[in-house]
């Protein structure tokens, strides 16, 4: 191949964030170890080949000298680069003693029993094109504090760090990480805990790992959460344990029955994992109470503890464990998780030390300058100002797509009522078969995780579905939710029209006239309830106004106007439902009036209790 002629395969991408240099030795690289450019070969010279790609002939040039650095090129005296003669595999060597895929090796038909199905959830792995992907645990890159981070990493790769660190400290963590966990992370849990009470993990599923691996033998009796986490479902089943479900409520776990004859109880008692909900403080001390008389020892997953925006969140389980008796398992916060994996355990010294020992004979400990660089994030504050700034990012996330579900009401659908977090755990009419809805809405560019996967027994709950907010920005929530609205109808439409009707097909329902919405509608209450469960009060004014008050304590109010367009009933508040103007025909079915949508179906309901009759003309 003539040196001349290949700048073509080293086409770079002056839009990418990767700089043009590293493009470039990538590139390289590749023709290299893929055959393309064979040893021996000669490279065009700096000055031509950047003046062939249109970069500078410094770009080149650097590029070049990383590579005669890492053995790929070889720099002759007076003769300029080339492809360096290097020792390759062997393809026949790589491939030789391949077997056809249907048939299991000799290693795996000695351990088949031993293969832990996946408990993943599945999502396209170019989840990033979608607009609307409402994926829980995505996050999209504006989140990471890339300036802050880079910082702490700069520290940490000063000399006297590097000597810190770098220095064979067995398996004992980093000390200024697990002095700034004990201050600044487990203190606002309320727990107390010494520096051999902690060990740091890589990530939270590890520390999940290490305490069912020391907590669980053949035969033990779990208790896991219905629904719950699939990869919790798989760490039980590993050991070989007896599972038993509970199920959960809009108030967490259900353990009316006690926890007589579990061994050990998995629990996410401060954002249930999946629905997101909280477990009040009264059922947590009851929780406790109950296990120290049963003798079960408890894992408490502390799930997304550090968003509980919309409420105070209750301490920690393991802050009120006066005899040892519960497992703190957490991770640093989800947007820093992905990328570098750090989690915690945090239990009696005896135990931490066992978990140690295990950590030790798998993974080890996780990377010293990783610990050593997220405790100098931890030191200067970084990690105070990042959360602060989710919270306020996260909150006006999840309002927005609370408001967004109860603006376009897609069928009869409600949420369990949270107090923070990053998403809603979303049940439809019992009709609704979710997967056939993720694949109807992803043809939409909406990405939602159908429920069944969450459950012990999926059949009963192909009507459950979870939205989240962490992959996508406030502004696409909103166009996101009217796709999936408008899909759940299609795909109602398709079973049989109002399939999905929330109050079924009813002769005596009758749709109002004119004269029928002044009658009735003229100076009447309007009993609703919002899709998230809240009680709302609307009062129409015979003069046209019309005000609303929402919530337990009607904390949440607004104004507006009310009026009538033919055998319309129009409205427009303030700030609810965007401001924005709704025009509706009516039905009304003993005390209950339906608002139904262009095309006659049924959207929403309220009861009326008239407070007024009369039919005083009022002018839009």
């Known amino acids: 191949m003539a040196s001349q002629s290949i700048a073509h395969l080293f086409r770079l991408d002056r839009e990418a964030k990767t700089s043009l240099q590293a493009q470039l030795r990538t590139r390289i690289v590749e023709t290299i170890d893929s055959g393309v450019l064979p040893p021996g070969l000669k490279l065009p010279s700096s000055r031509k080949l950047g003046a062939q790609l249109g970069v500078a002939r410094n770009t080149v040039s650097l590029a070049y000298q990383e590579l005669i650095a ?90 006297k760090e590097v000597e810190s660190w770098s220095t064979d400290t067995g398996e004992a963590d980093d000390e200024l990480l697990v002095d700034q966990l004990r201050q600044k992370i487990l203190t606002r849990r309320g727990i107390a805990a010494s520096a051999d009470e902690i060990l740091v993990t890589v990530g939270e599923q590890q520390a999940l790992h290490l305490a069912f691996e020391l907590l669980c033998e053949t035969g033990s009796t779990v208790g896991l959460e219905d629904p719950g986490e699939p990869d919790v479902r798989a760490l039980a089943h590993k050991r070989h344990a007896d599972v038993r479900f509970f199920p959960v409520g809009d108030a967490g776990v259900e353990f009316e029955d006690g926890l007589e004859g579990v061994d050990l109880f998995y629990v996410s008692p401060s954002r249930q994992r999946p629905t997101g909900v909280t477990m009040p403080q009264a059922m947590r001390e009851t929780l406790l109470a109950q296990a120290r008389e049963a003798d079960t020892l408890i894992i408490e997953d502390d799930f997304e503890c550090e968003l509980s925006f919309l409420a105070d969140a209750p301490p920690a389980l393991k802050s009120a464990d006066g005899d040892g008796r519960v497992v703190y398992v957490a991770s640093l916060s989800k947007v820093l998780s992905p990328g570098l994996r750090l989690g915690f355990l945090v239990g009696p010294a005896d135990f931490i030390r066992a978990a140690r020992r295990l950590r030790d004979l ?109 992959s996508l920005d406030e502004a696409h929530i909103r166009p996101g939710i009217e796709a999936l609205s408008r899909e759940m109808r299609k795909l109602a439409d398709r079973k049989d029209g109002n399939a999905f009707d929330p109050a079924g097909d009813d002769a005596e329902a009758k749709l109002l006239s004119e004269q029928d919405l002044r009658r009735h509608l003229t100076g009447a209450r309007l009993d609703y309830q919002t899709v998230y469960g809240e009680p709302c009060t609307i009062e129409l004014c015979e003069d046209g106004r019309m005000t609303g008050r929402a919530g337990y304590a009607q904390e949440d109010r607004d104004e507006g106007r009310w009026w009538i367009e033919g055998d319309h009933w129009c409205r427009r508040w303030t700030a609810w439902a965007y401001g924005e103007t709704g025009r509706y025909r009516v039905e009304k079915e003993g005390s209950q009036i339906f608002w139904l949508d262009p095309d006659g179906r049924r959207i929403d309901r309220a009861s009326i209790a008239p407070t007024a009759n009369t039919e005083t003309e009022l002018a839009p």
Do not use: C
């Open 70 to 159: 890492s053995g790929h090129l070889a720099s002759r005296e007076r003769s300029g680069v080339y492809v360096a003669e290097r020792r390759r595999l062997s393809p026949a060597t790589a491939v030789a003693g391949t077997r056809p895929r249907e048939e299991s090796s000799a290693v795996m038909r000695r351990a088949p029993q031993r293969v832990i199905p996946s408990g993943r959830l599945r999502y396209p792995p170019d989840w990033r094109r979608f607009p609307f992907p409402f994926i829980e645990g995505l996050y999209d890159r504006t989140l990471f504090p890339i300036a802050e981070w880079r910082e702490a990493s700069r520290m940490a790769l000063a000399v």
């Open 362 to 470: 798998t993974t080890r400990k996780p990377s010293p300058i990783t610990q050593r660089t997220a405790g100098i994030f931890l030191s200067l504050g970084h990690y105070d100002s990042m959360l602060r700034r989710l919270f306020d990012i996260y909150e006006r996330r999840l309002i927005a797509l609370r408001d967004a579900l109860n603006h376009y009401r897609p069928l009869s659908i409600a949420i369990p009522p949270v107090t923070g977090g990053t998403s809603y755990w979303v049940r439809g009419p019992a009709e609704l078969d979710a997967d056939a809805l993720r694949s109807a809405v992803q043809n939409a560019g909406v990405l939602i995780e159908p429920a069944t996967p969450f459950f012990a027994e999926a059949q009963g709950h192909s009507n459950m579905f979870r939205l989240g907010v962490t």
